[in-house]
Nanobody, 135 residues
Framework: QYQLVESGGGLVQPGGSLRLSCGAP????????IAWFRQAPGTEREGVSC????????HYADSVKGRFTISRDNAKNTVYLQMNSLKPEDTAIYYC????????????????????????????WGQGTQVTVSS
């Protein structure tokens, strides 16, 4: 059973934009580090972006830096991934994931480590939303 719910995926032309949403019906996202991962067919899962709990810092993979923006709306208990200037290589299933950090201790460089090699620490996942970038 998935604890997170993603939405907003779809088909878009190169250069276009999409905004993905990640919601949690049963807990407060502001207490969690929230990350976005993606996986294309035949490839390993890749960390895209994450945001620290309680309005903490953000981190982006080099491949999306300057094009993607992660943000929170605590009133809606939702985390967004705004994706601009999309490229065909951005095509993948996108997943959001949550790691409990009520004390906001995980930030800065540590967020990058989580995205890179420690996705197993994220305890809650969604079922994913497909993003296809094609003309």
């Amino acid at each position: 059973q998935y604890q997170l719910v993603e939405s907003g995926g779809g088909l878009v032309q190169p250069g276009g934009s999409l905004r993905l949403s990640c919601g949690a019906p049963k807990f407060t996202l502001d207490l969690y580090v929230i990350a976005w991962f993606r996986q294309a067919p035949g490839t390993e899962r890749e960390g895209v972006s994450c945001t620290g709990s309680r309005g903490g810092s953000t981190h982006y993979a080099d491949s999306v830096k300057g094009r993607f923006t992660i943000s929170r709306d605590n009133a809606k208990n939702t985390v967004y991934l705004q994706m601009n200037s999309l490229k065909p290589e951005d095509t993948a299933i996108y997943y959001c994931a949550a790691l409990y950090d009520p004390g906001a201790q995980i930030e800065g460089r540590r967020l990058g480590e989580l995205l890179g090699e420690e996705d197993y620490l994220f305890i809650y996942w969604g079922q994913g939303t497909q993003v296809t970038v094609s003309s």
